[in-house]
């Protein structure tokens, strides 16, 4: 079992549509992120969270430690939402420096 | 403002050739630096890490090694590729002052191995 579980794999919805992915981890974590890549590949970090929740415009992500469980949620989307929404933990690797473990992504699609 | 650059942007390379990718970050001191691979049909896998100059963790055995020669320039490499290198290599730098702080992802390498 991966210690990172997104779901869905692929999420197609029409413009204006309220979109929720989730992320579900297995191992004690420091941070989780939201990371948005594009299809050229290139990686933008949207969030960290280590808990509650946080808003960037459209975007908003929750996280609850207790459950192991943490869901990014896109307001009002738009097609240039149109990415691969990816969630990383970070573990305490004992050096002080937090490498990531990342989930496979959710490919998402937004028609006009 | 910092900056970190990856390079070559892409690179097609025969088996059992050598491999050099470079990572610099520019506008920091003492960064937390890493490798990801992010191989096709899979997600991002971390390679590498590192705290310091010499300083050096892998996370997964493989054929492929890193380098950090000066505070801000990391360094992946082969001696001899294999096909199942083929991939997306990303580097990434952190502030690495608390457990907590954002990892900021360079534009990646293309790798395919034939």
């Known amino acids: 079992k991966n210690e990172v579980e997104q779901s869905p794999q692929n999420l197609t919805a029409q413009e204006g549509e309220f979109i929720t992915i989730n992320c579900s981890y297995s191992v004690g974590i420091s941070a989780l992120h939201w990371l948005q890549q594009h299809p050229g590949g290139g990686i933008v970090s949207l969030f960290m969270?280590?808990?509650g929740k946080k808003k960037h415009g459209r975007l908003i992500a929750t996280i609850n430690i207790q459950e192991k469980h943490s869901s990014l949620h896109i307001t009002a989307s738009h097609p240039r939402d149109s990415a691969v929404y990816i969630c990383?933990?970070?573990?305490?690797?004992?050096?002080?420096?937090?490498?990531?473990?990342f989930g496979k992504g959710t490919h998402l699609i937004i028609q006009p | 403002s910092q900056t970190i650059h990856q390079w070559p942007a892409t690179l097609v390379q025969p088996v059992g050739s050598p491999l050099s990718l470079e990572c610099t970050v520019e506008?920091?001191?003492?960064?937390?630096l890493y490798w990801y691979r992010q191989a096709a049909g899979r997600g991002l896998q971390l390679l590498f890490y590192s705290v310091g100059i010499g300083q050096i963790s892998s996370e997964v055995p493989q054929n492929l090694s890193a380098s950090r020669p000066q505070d801000r320039q990391f360094i992946l490499s082969s001696k001899k590729l294999l096909l199942s290198d083929s991939g997306f290599y990303l580097c990434?730098?952190?502030?690495?002052?608390?457990?907590?702080?954002?990892?900021?992802f360079g534009p990646g390498t293309r790798l395919t191995v034939l």
């Open positions: 990434a730098w952190s502030a690495g002052l608390s457990r907590t702080d954002t990892q900021y």
């Open positions: 969270l280590s808990s």
């Open positions: 506008g920091t001191s003492n960064p937390n």
């Open positions: 990383a933990v970070g573990k305490y690797s004992g050096g002080g420096a937090d490498g990531l473990t």
